[in-house]
């Protein structure tokens, strides 16, 4: 199987969920299998957020999962790899992409852990898993993982010029708007 990749240009955790939300959530466990289980990854999240994000997102996925049996699993950075390999399913949770990213590149071959699985990144994490992306709270342009060969801008305004028309050329860019779900399959 292709890894499945589902990237959201984020939304706000603070509002009530929208369709937008459950698109997302619908696209997320849309392919996965009828038991599937679900790693839950809040690195890049403020510490007293997480448990409140935790609530919300299983709260939507088990709103959007149809007749599917869920298991969760939140993952921990000295358990990563083995997390990994249990689900079926990686929420890449969005927040800060700096703190994704100093989390992530601890460990080596993530396109391989990542393989034949489904990946689903929000914000941030959607953009570590580029080989570049904009930072437009931090107004910064960052160098991801490198699983996927784009560059990317989430949180995406229409008439904003491409702050990454710069940098890699030859490198397409994605742009996606908030509440808005691409899916791509390498």
């Known amino acids: 199987m292709k890894t499945k990749f589902v990237l959201h240009g984020g939304f706000s955790r603070e509002k009530a969920p929208t369709q937008e939300d459950d698109a997302f959530f619908q696209e997320m466990l849309k392919d996965a299998v009828q038991d599937v289980k679900v790693l839950l990854v809040y690195f890049a999240e403020r510490e007293e957020k997480v448990q409140l994000r935790i609530g919300q997102d299983q709260e939507q996925l088990n709103k959007n999962k149809g007749s599917r049996v869920l298991h969760f699993k939140v993952a921990a950075e000295e358990t990563f790899i083995h997390d990994c390999a249990w689900a079926d399913i990686i929420y890449l949770h969005g927040g800060r992409t700096v703190k ?43 160098e991801g993982l490198g699983i996927l060969p784009l560059k990317i801008v989430v949180h995406y305004e229409d008439g904003i010029p491409n702050p990454l028309a710069d940098v890699e050329p030859a490198l397409e860019t994605l742009f996606l708007r908030e509440y808005q779900t691409v899916v791509q399959h390498y």
């Open 100 to 142: 994704l990213m100093e989390a992530l590149k601890k460990y080596q071959n993530m396109g391989q852990v990542f393989s034949g699985k489904i990946i689903a990144g929000d914000s941030a994490g959607a953009n570590v898993l580029r080989h570049w992306f904009y930072s437009k709270n931090s107004k910064e342009i960052g």
